[in-house]
C-alpha cells in the first residue's frame, strides 16, 4: 500500500498562488496515476486533477482548468498541484489520492 502525505496548503488571498505537494512512499511511484481531490465545508468531497503515471496526460475539474496545473517527478516520488488566481470557493482541504490510498489532506483557506 502506498502512504501519501500532503502539504503546502495555508492562507492566501483571492488571486494569489500555492502549490501543494503530496509525497509518496511505500511503493513504486512511476507505477500509479495520481488525483487531487478536494472537500469544502459542508461540501461532498470532489475531484480537481488526475495525472497519469508518466506525468504525459492530465485532465482538471472545469471549475479549475486554467488556474491550477498538476506535474508530478517520479524521481521524487512527488505529485505536485500549482494553484493561481485563487478564489475563495477554492477554500477546501485538498487530499491527493491514488487507488484506495488517500493522504490526510491540507488546508486551503482563501481570503476574499
Known amino acids: 500500500q502506498v502512504q501519501l502525505v500532503e502539504s503546502g496548503g495555508g492562507l492566501v488571498q483571492a488571486g494569489g498562488s500555492l502549490r501543494l505537494s503530496c509525497a509518496a512512499s511505500g511503493r513504486t511511484f512511476s507505477n500509479y496515476i495520481m488525483n487531487w481531490y478536494r472537500q469544502a465545508p459542508g461540501k461532498e468531497r470532489e475531484f480537481v486533477a488526475f495525472i497519469s503515471m508518466s506525468g504525459g496526460m492530465n485532465k482538471y475539474a472545469d471549475s479549475v482548468k486554467g488556474r491550477f496545473t498538476i506535474s508530478r517527478d517520479n524521481a521524487k516520488n512527488t505529485v505536485y498541484l500549482q494553484m493561481n488566481s485563487l478564489k475563495p470557493e477554492d477554500t477546501a482541504i485538498y487530499y491527493c489520492?491514488?487507488?484506495?490510498?488517500w493522504g490526510q489532506g491540507t488546508r486551503v483557506t482563501v481570503s476574499s
Open positions: 489520492n491514488t487507488g484506495s490510498a
